[in-house]
Protein backbone atom coordinates (compact mmCIF):
# COMPACT_ATOMS: atom_id res chain seq x y z
CA UNK A 1 0.00 0.00 0.00
CA UNK A 2 0.96 3.35 -0.72
CA UNK A 3 2.13 5.56 2.17
CA UNK A 4 1.87 8.57 0.08
CA UNK A 5 -0.97 8.22 -1.74
CA UNK A 6 -3.06 7.77 1.99
CA UNK A 7 -2.30 10.94 2.79
CA UNK A 8 -4.25 14.17 1.65
CA UNK A 9 -3.85 17.62 0.22
CA UNK A 10 -5.41 20.42 2.07
CA UNK A 11 -5.98 23.02 -0.34
CA UNK A 12 -4.76 26.52 0.77
CA UNK A 13 -7.04 29.85 0.39
CA UNK A 14 -6.59 31.59 -2.95
CA UNK A 15 -5.65 28.31 -4.69
CA UNK A 16 -9.14 26.93 -6.79
CA UNK A 17 -9.14 23.40 -7.89
CA UNK A 18 -11.53 21.66 -10.37
CA UNK A 19 -11.54 18.24 -11.91
CA UNK A 20 -12.67 18.02 -15.14
CA UNK A 21 -12.91 14.48 -16.34
CA UNK A 22 -9.93 12.90 -15.53
CA UNK A 23 -7.87 16.03 -15.44
CA UNK A 24 -7.28 17.99 -12.18
CA UNK A 25 -6.88 22.04 -12.90
CA UNK A 26 -4.97 23.89 -10.37
CA UNK A 27 -5.44 28.12 -10.28
CA UNK A 28 -4.36 30.84 -8.15
CA UNK A 29 -4.60 34.69 -9.26
CA UNK A 30 -1.59 34.17 -11.74
CA UNK A 31 -1.05 31.16 -13.32
CA UNK A 32 -2.72 27.87 -13.89
CA UNK A 33 -1.99 24.24 -14.07
CA UNK A 34 -2.80 21.16 -14.77
CA UNK A 35 -2.75 17.66 -13.97
CA UNK A 36 -3.69 14.65 -16.49
CA UNK A 37 -4.22 11.36 -14.56
CA UNK A 38 -5.70 9.22 -17.49
CA UNK A 39 -7.82 7.79 -15.38
CA UNK A 40 -5.63 5.92 -13.09
CA UNK A 41 -6.66 6.61 -9.98
CA UNK A 42 -9.73 7.69 -8.14
CA UNK A 43 -9.98 11.67 -6.96
CA UNK A 44 -12.20 13.15 -4.49
CA UNK A 45 -12.52 16.58 -3.96
CA UNK A 46 -14.24 17.52 -0.91
CA UNK A 47 -14.44 20.84 1.56
CA UNK A 48 -11.07 21.82 0.17
CA UNK A 49 -9.33 18.74 0.56
CA UNK A 50 -7.95 16.66 -1.88
CA UNK A 51 -7.48 12.82 -1.98
CA UNK A 52 -6.90 9.86 -4.16
CA UNK A 53 -7.69 6.45 -3.94
CA UNK A 54 -7.29 2.69 -5.71
CA UNK A 55 -9.57 2.36 -8.61
CA UNK A 56 -9.23 -1.12 -8.13
CA UNK A 57 -7.23 -3.84 -5.44
CA UNK A 58 -6.14 -6.14 -8.52
CA UNK A 59 -4.17 -3.56 -10.74
CA UNK A 60 -0.40 -2.76 -9.99
CA UNK A 61 0.13 0.08 -11.99
CA UNK A 62 -2.79 1.95 -10.36
CA UNK A 63 -1.03 1.20 -6.94
CA UNK A 64 2.44 2.38 -8.51
CA UNK A 65 0.63 5.69 -10.08
CA UNK A 66 -1.23 5.93 -7.00
CA UNK A 67 1.53 8.23 -4.81
CA UNK A 68 2.83 9.22 -8.08
CA UNK A 69 0.19 11.31 -8.68
CA UNK A 70 -0.71 12.67 -5.29
CA UNK A 71 3.11 13.70 -4.67
CA UNK A 72 2.61 15.53 -8.49
CA UNK A 73 -0.68 17.35 -7.31
CA UNK A 74 0.89 18.05 -3.60
CA UNK A 75 4.25 19.55 -5.47
CA UNK A 76 1.72 21.77 -7.98
CA UNK A 77 0.04 22.91 -4.88
CA UNK A 78 3.11 24.33 -3.12
CA UNK A 79 4.79 25.75 -6.13
CA UNK A 80 1.32 27.63 -6.67
CA UNK A 81 1.50 28.73 -3.00
CA UNK A 82 5.19 29.25 -1.86
CA UNK A 83 7.14 28.38 -5.17
CA UNK A 84 10.35 26.17 -5.48
CA UNK A 85 13.92 27.71 -4.86
CA UNK A 86 17.44 26.03 -5.61
CA UNK A 87 20.97 28.09 -4.62
CA UNK A 88 24.31 27.13 -7.33
CA UNK A 89 27.34 28.50 -5.50
CA UNK A 90 29.84 29.30 -8.36
CA UNK A 91 33.38 28.77 -6.37
CA UNK A 92 36.54 29.46 -8.07
CA UNK A 93 39.43 32.39 -9.70
CA UNK A 94 37.92 34.44 -12.31
CA UNK A 95 34.68 32.25 -12.41
CA UNK A 96 31.47 34.66 -12.30
CA UNK A 97 27.82 34.64 -13.47
CA UNK A 98 26.01 37.91 -14.61
CA UNK A 99 22.29 37.73 -15.67
CA UNK A 100 21.78 40.16 -18.73
CA UNK A 101 17.74 40.45 -19.43
CA UNK A 102 16.73 37.28 -20.24
CA UNK A 103 20.38 35.47 -20.67
CA UNK A 104 22.81 34.12 -17.67
CA UNK A 105 26.33 34.63 -18.63
CA UNK A 106 28.72 32.42 -16.95
CA UNK A 107 32.66 32.81 -16.92
CA UNK A 108 33.49 29.56 -15.83
CA UNK A 109 37.32 29.18 -16.71
CA UNK A 110 36.76 28.07 -20.62
CA UNK A 111 37.95 30.51 -23.47
CA UNK A 112 34.58 31.30 -24.34
CA UNK A 113 31.34 32.67 -21.55
CA UNK A 114 28.77 30.58 -21.54
CA UNK A 115 25.29 32.15 -22.05
CA UNK A 116 21.99 30.63 -21.00
CA UNK A 117 18.96 31.41 -22.34
CA UNK A 118 16.37 31.45 -19.10
CA UNK A 119 13.01 30.06 -19.55
CA UNK A 120 10.11 31.40 -18.93
CA UNK A 121 8.39 31.28 -15.63
CA UNK A 122 11.80 30.96 -14.00
CA UNK A 123 13.18 33.59 -11.80
CA UNK A 124 17.46 34.08 -11.65
CA UNK A 125 19.20 36.79 -9.17
CA UNK A 126 22.68 36.81 -8.29
CA UNK A 127 24.00 37.93 -4.89
CA UNK A 128 28.15 37.86 -5.29
CA UNK A 129 28.92 34.10 -6.46
CA UNK A 130 25.21 32.77 -5.14
CA UNK A 131 22.72 32.19 -7.73
CA UNK A 132 19.15 31.48 -6.79
CA UNK A 133 16.80 30.27 -9.33
CA UNK A 134 13.14 30.31 -8.22
CA UNK A 135 9.82 29.20 -10.07
CA UNK A 136 6.23 27.18 -9.73
CA UNK A 137 7.27 23.47 -11.44
CA UNK A 138 10.10 21.59 -9.35
CA UNK A 139 10.67 19.36 -11.84
CA UNK A 140 11.99 22.36 -13.91
CA UNK A 141 13.63 24.40 -11.16
CA UNK A 142 15.47 21.29 -10.51
CA UNK A 143 16.51 20.74 -14.10
CA UNK A 144 17.42 24.37 -15.07
CA UNK A 145 19.91 23.93 -11.33
CA UNK A 146 21.42 20.36 -12.85
CA UNK A 147 22.02 22.21 -16.38
CA UNK A 148 24.16 24.93 -14.84
CA UNK A 149 25.68 22.67 -12.72
CA UNK A 150 26.87 20.69 -15.20
CA UNK A 151 29.11 22.99 -16.77
CA UNK A 152 31.60 22.91 -14.73
CA UNK A 153 31.04 20.54 -12.05
CA UNK A 154 33.03 21.12 -8.54
CA UNK A 155 36.85 19.61 -8.84
CA UNK A 156 37.69 17.24 -5.53
CA UNK A 157 41.18 18.78 -5.29
CA UNK A 158 40.19 22.63 -4.49
CA UNK A 159 36.70 23.02 -4.75
CA UNK A 160 36.25 24.79 -7.59
CA UNK A 161 33.13 24.64 -10.04
CA UNK A 162 29.37 25.11 -9.44
CA UNK A 163 28.19 23.56 -6.37
CA UNK A 164 24.61 23.56 -4.97
CA UNK A 165 24.81 25.12 -1.54
CA UNK A 166 23.86 22.40 0.46
CA UNK A 167 26.06 20.30 -0.98
CA UNK A 168 29.30 19.36 0.31
CA UNK A 169 32.50 18.19 -1.59
CA UNK A 170 34.60 15.41 -0.13
CA UNK A 171 38.38 16.71 -0.87
CA UNK A 172 41.34 15.28 -2.01
CA UNK A 173 44.79 15.59 -0.74
CA UNK A 174 47.03 16.39 -3.83
CA UNK A 175 50.15 15.19 -4.43
CA UNK A 176 52.78 15.04 -1.82
CA UNK A 177 57.05 15.41 -3.05
CA UNK A 178 59.11 13.30 -2.13
CA UNK A 179 61.77 14.00 0.43
Same mark, same amino acid.
Given at each position: ?24 ? /?? #? +? ?7 ? /? ?6 ? =? ?23 ? +????? $? ?6 ? /? ?11 ? +? ?16 ? #???? *? ?9 ? $? ?16 ? $?? +? /??? *?? *? ?20 ? =? =?
Amino acid at each position: MSRIGKQSITIPKGLDVSLQGTKLI /FK #N +AKLQKELET /FDRVKIEL =KDGILSFGLKSDEDSQARAFWGTYR +ALANN $IVVGLTSG /FTKQLEINGVGYK +ATIKGKILELMLGFSHPI #NYDI *PDGVEMSLDKN $ILTIKGVDKQQVGQIASE $IR +A /FRP *PE *PYKGKGVKYVEETILRKAGKTA =K =K
